[in-house]
């Protein structure tokens, strides 16, 4: 009878370790191919003009701007770092803003459920005139934010806080004057001048100023607290430009006629100046189509606002 032939186990051994070699040579060539994690550089920023998405934006820096908008959640695949150099992650109450110096500190209030959190700005986003910030999903969960991602908002920056945020991070410019002096004023009662009403009367013997302080420490994440207020929802705009002479407005309305557009008169102090605004819009979508409408007219600096 023919006998069966059978692989010799050595034989087989040795195959199977060669194969287990090669694995193992192969995970270890696709680790050392994988781009280290780059690292974290907090840092200062506040670029030139630059233009996104068809729009040119004008940084500045602010710690006195509180405006209204929209606000959209971040997407899954943002890269590993934040404009400004820090680590992004999806569970921190980060924020991104197109036009404020990085970082910021900012209160962020949804209008719609009266909820409102700390936020840390280190990002640029939005790069559309649609969105007021984007933010990261904790943020939106606390918010409580529709499954779609838009709410009516409130941006309020900290002045505080912000400085200090900035004075903790490279390339951050000096602060000449941390606050106004403080001092202690002395005074003691004067004589009566002759012929005068016999009324008393204090003179000011010393003020003794006293130098500002470093500003306040703030860390590197805000804290995670959620306030509960009464919820606020305005109607939707689209704020044109603002022009001092009123020939000028006129002019950009009947540009967008079809949108039917009106002009506010404004007043600061003593001086007035006429806004162009269209609304108000009953739709998200509404807002979002009379803003492309207008960028397409030319009118960059369109925005959506809530009142």
């Known amino acids: 009878m023919p006998v069966a032939w059978r692989r010799p186990r050595a034989v087989a051994s040795l195959g199977c370790c060669a194969a287990l070699g090669c694995c193992v040579a192969l ?9 280290p994690a780059p690292q974290a550089n907090p840092h200062y920023v506040l670029e030139r003009p630059y233009q996104s998405g068809g729009t040119w934006w004008y940084p500045r820096e602010s710690h006195q701007l509180n405006e209204t908008g929209l606000a959209a959640i971040y997407p899954d695949d943002h890269p590993p770092l934040t404009t400004d150099g820090e680590v992004f992650g999806q569970g921190a109450l980060a924020a991104a803003h197109p036009t404020l110096q990085l970082p ?17 700005i280190n990002d640029r986003g939005t790069p559309s005139p649609r969105r007021l910030v984007q933010v990261t999903k904790r943020i939106a969960s606390l918010l409580g934010m529709p499954a779609d991602g838009v709410a009516q908002v409130r941006l309020t920056v900290l002045p505080g806080p912000s400085e200090a945020a900035e004075q903790h991070v490279a390339g951050a410019p000096l602060l000449a004057v941390a606050s106004a002096p403080r001092g202690v004023v002395s005074s003691a009662g004067l004589p ?7 009324e008393g009367g204090h ?19 805000v804290p995670e607290a959620m306030t509960q207020g009464r919820p606020q929802p ?11 002479f009123y020939q000028y407005a006129a002019i950009e309305q009947a540009r967008l006629a079809g949108l039917a557009p009106r002009i506010e008169q404004i007043f ?3 001086e007035q100046s006429f806004r162009v605004m269209i609304g108000p819009l009953g739709s998200v979508a509404a807002a979002d189509a009379a803003v492309d409408q207008a960028v397409r007219s030319g009118i960059a600096d369109a925005r959506i606002v809530v009142e």
């Open 203 to 221: 003179a000011l013997l010393a003020v003794a100023a006293q130098p500002a302080g470093p500003p306040a420490e703030m860390p590197d994440h």
């Open 268 to 270: 600061d102090g003593r």
């Open 234 to 244: 305005g109607r939707l705009w689209v704020r044109l430009d603002t022009f001092q």
């Open 27 to 35: 995970l270890t060539l696709l680790a050392g191919c994988q781009k």
């Open 104 to 120: 910021a500190i900012a209160r962020l209030t949804d209008l719609e459920t009266g909820r409102s959190v700390l936020v840390r």
């Open 192 to 198: 009566p001048l002759a012929g005068a009403r016999q």
